[in-house]
C-alpha cells in the first residue's frame, strides 16, 4: 500500500470511548490525509496535512481531531465515538509533484 | 459545489467481453481526474491520471479516456481479476489543495 500504514486493521468501540487511529509513512511525502469511506457514498476527505505543524479539516471533520508532530506519522483521533461514525477510515499520502495520493489498506472502525 | 458521478452503479461482464465505465463531473476548473481499483476489504489503488481533454492512459487491458465533461474506463477482454469497485475522483483547481472529490464507484464483476 505505496508505504502507508494503518493500525489497527479493526477496531470496535462502546458509543462515547475515545481511541486514535494511527497512520504511518515511509515515504517522506509532506502531504497526508484522512478519508472515511461509508456504503453508498464516496470516499470523504475528513481532515488533511500539508506538512509538519499544518492541519486543515476537509469535509466531515466534527467529531474528529488531527495533529501532524512528524512527517511520517498523521494520527486521527476520535475524543468520544459515536455510532455514526461506524466507517472505514483510509489515510493517503502524496505529493505536490504529481497530485497523486496513495492510500493505506484501513481500519474497519465499528462504535456500538 | 463540486460533483462527480459515475456509471453504471454495478456491471456484470463475461470474461473477453469489452465494456466502458463512465465518469461525469463538475468542477470549476479540473486540474486532475484520477482512476482508482478498489478490491474488497482494501484500500483504493492508483490507476491513471488524467489532466486534459484528449488525453488517454493504458495500462494491461484497461484504458482511460477524458473529455471537458466526462471521463471513460475501458475494459479490453477483461479477466475475472479485473473484478473490482473502480473509483473516479477530481482535483478542482478553484477548490482546496489536496481535496479530492469522490464518485460512488462502479462494482465491476467478470464473470468466467
Known amino acids: 500500500n505505496a508505504g502507508v500504514t494503518q493500525t489497527p486493521k479493526f477496531q470496535v468501540l462502546k458509543t462515547g470511548q475515545s481511541m486514535t487511529l494511527q497512520c504511518a509513512q515511509d515515504?517522506?511525502?509532506?502531504?497526508m490525509s484522512w478519508y472515511r469511506q461509508d456504503p453508498g457514498m464516496g470516499l470523504r476527505l475528513i481532515h488533511y496535512?500539508?506538512?509538519?505543524?499544518?492541519?486543515d479539516q476537509g469535509e466531515v471533520p466534527n467529531g474528529y481531531n488531527v495533529s501532524r508532530s512528524t512527517t511520517e506519522d498523521f494520527p486521527l483521533r476520535l475524543l468520544s465515538a459515536a455510532p455514526s461514525q461506524t466507517s472505514v477510515y483510509f489515510c493517503a499520502i502524496g505529493t505536490a509533484s504529481t497530485d497523486t495520493q496513495y492510500f493505506g489498506p484501513g481500519t474497519r472502525l465499528t462504535v456500538l | 459545489e463540486d460533483q462527480v458521478t459515475q456509471s453504471p452503479e454495478a456491471l456484470r461482464l463475461q470474461e473477453g467481453e469489452s465494456s466502458s465505465l463512465n465518469c461525469s463531473y463538475t468542477v470549476s476548473g479540473l486540474r486532475g481526474l484520477f482512476w482508482y481499483r478498489q478490491d474488497p476489504g482494501k484500500g483504493p489503488e492508483f490507476l491513471f491520471t488524467l489532466y486534459s481533454a484528449g488525453e488517454e492512459k493504458e495500462k494491461e487491458r484497461l484504458k482511460a479516456t477524458l473529455t471537458k465533461k466526462e471521463s471513460f474506463l475501458h475494459i479490453t477482454a477483461p479477466k475475472p481479476e479485473d473484478s473490482a469497485t473502480y473509483l473516479c475522483a477530481v482535483y478542482d483547481s478553484g477548490g482546496s489543495n489536496y481535496k479530492l472529490t469522490f464518485g460512488k464507484g462502479t462494482l465491476l464483476t467478470v464473470n468466467p
Open positions: 496535512s500539508v506538512g509538519a505543524g499544518i492541519t
Open positions: 515515504m517522506n511525502h509532506e502531504y
